[in-house]
């Protein structure tokens, strides 16, 4: 095997740091940036890799940003941190996180991570630290983080770094405290292109702990040298993307849209139409999915146990009232309002219609075209404060252009397509279920034609 040569020639090995100064490190940018959970002392040389807490790690505190989990520590790898350690890599900590993967801005937990670009400004969530720690990192690194509508995307977009987001199914979910089901998926950001490609190479393998795991024998890395002929690919725009955006994330789009089209990019106007009803529709199948995903903490198995007394009625009240945060709460009596008897035919099965709807409507865009090119966010990432004044029915508006590629299972890229004062701005590519090469294709070009981005330093 070749690997360690393959490594050097995309992980930029002169600005490695020895395992002391990565530590050193990485407990400078919990102090200042709060982008941990865990920082773990690696105690050899290899490439540096975070995890999500919602993602097992063997012998490393996982709570999935909440309480309820507060002490659990798994006995073993999830399938993706098992992967990516049998080629050498070494895990340096564990991102925060929206509780559970609830939210989009990180501030729905204990450790909420603060902007690199701007201090005042949230991450984006739920994986708002591994975005954090990304932009932060000045030697080789990747993070592995999970998307159900969104959590890649969202906060690689607020941190300018890249997002990958692979097909539902490509990447192995065993060992991750799932959210909802049907629409987890594990995937990566960097700083560079290439860098993700290269691992979800490794990680997309078939696993025979999760029955809906795909794999893929692709190479990414070698789709994104042939990125030149990207050039070539159909572009759709879905003008519902680029309305209702703020006027500084529309520009930064369209410009960078402008600089492919003087390369000769071909872009044509599409309708998305279903994009205002599949918000609504995500809400209630990731809530209900959500709802009976939390049940199995009752303070019995994992995590956090109080003092038994009462029935067991009174003690699981107990546990869960103390152990939950309140956007969790909302979100179990959301989902199970939406699968009860009664309400379940007008809620929960129509959002499957409307689900079956948005991806047979992407379908019909990839008939005729390579990729889809879109805003990630409608804004730039906000202040604390304008967060703080949110109701939570704005909180989820924000999802509003990454929860219809969510749904439809399809892989996307989020990639920093400028900035508007000062603020990152991410651009997504959408390609295909199963396309990813196409994507790694064009990212890689809108990323030669960009240019490198200088990180804020530590
Ligand atoms: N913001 C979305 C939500 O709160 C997406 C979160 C995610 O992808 N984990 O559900």
Not at 124 to 153: D, K, Q, R, V, Y
Not at 174 to 184: F, Q, T, V
Not at 431 to 442: I, N
Request: negative net charge; proline residues 5%; glycine residues 8%.
């Amino acid at each position: 095997m070749t690997e360690g040569l393959h490594f050097r020639e995309v992980f930029n090995f002169e600005n490695m740091l020895d395992p002391e100064e990565i530590y050193e490190f990485c407990l400078k940018a919990q102090e200042k940036y709060r982008c941990f959970v865990t920082v773990v002392k690696p105690e050899e040389r290899g490439i540096p890799f975070t995890a999500k807490d919602c993602i097992c790690t063997k012998g490393v505190l996982t709570a999935a940003g909440s309480k309820i989990l507060q002490n659990y520590v798994p006995p073993f790898d999830a399938t993706c941190v098992k992967l990516l350690k049998e080629k050498g890599f070494v895990l340096i900590g564990k991102t925060t996180m929206d509780e559970f993967g609830f939210g989009s801005f990180n501030v729905n937990t204990e450790i909420i991570p603060k902007n690199p670009w701007d201090t005042s400004r949230v991450c984006g969530g739920s994986s708002g630290g591994a975005a954090c720690f990304t932009a932060l990192a000045n030697f080789p690194h990747i993070a592995l983080a999970e998307s159900t509508g969104g959590s890649i995307s969202c906060p690689a977009s607020f941190c300018g770094v890249v997002g990958v987001t692979p097909t539902y199914g490509l990447v192995s979910r065993y060992g991750l405290i799932d959210y909802a089901n049907s629409l987890d998926k594990i995937g990566i950001m960097s700083r560079r292109v290439e860098e993700a490609a290269t691992v979800l190479s490794i990680i997309a393998k078939k696993d025979e702990r999760d029955s809906t795991s795909v794999g893929s024998d692709k190479d990414y890395l070698e789709a994104c040298k042939n990125y030149e002929k990207a050039i070539e690919f159909k572009i759709a725009l879905p003008k519902e993307y680029f309305e209702n955006v703020d006027k500084d994330v529309k520009n930064t789009v369209e410009d960078a849209i402008k600089k492919l089209e003087n390369k000769g990019m071909e872009f044509t106007e599409v309708s998305l139409s279903m994009t205002e009803y599949a918000l609504a529709a995500y809400y209630i199948i990731a809530t209900a999915e959500a709802s009976t995903n939390l049940a199995k903490f009752c303070g019995m198995r994992y995590g956090l146990e109080l003092e038994i007394q009462g029935n067991f009625r009174e003690y699981f009240s107990k546990v869960r009232t103390a152990g939950f945060g309140e956007e969790a709460k909302r979100r179990i009596l959301l989902g199970t309002y939406a699968r009860m008897s009664g309400y379940r035919e007008h809620l929960y099965l129509k959002a499957l219609k409307v689900r079956r709807k948005v991806i047979d409507e992407f379908k019909k865009v990839f008939e005729n075209f390579d990729a889809i090119i879109a805003p990630v966010m409608p804004i730039l990432p906000p202040k604390f404060e304008e967060v703080k004044d949110l109701s939570p029915l704005q909180h989820y508006m924000a999802d509003v252009l990454t929860v219809p590629v969510n749904l439809a299972g399809l892989p996307h890229i989020s990639i920093p397509a400028g900035f508007a004062k000062g603020l990152p701005v991410g651009m997504h590519i959408i390609v295909d279920h199963f396309c990813e090469e196409k994507a790694f294709m064009l990212a890689k070009l809108w990323e030669e034609i960009r240019g490198e981005i200088k990180y804020p330093s530590l």
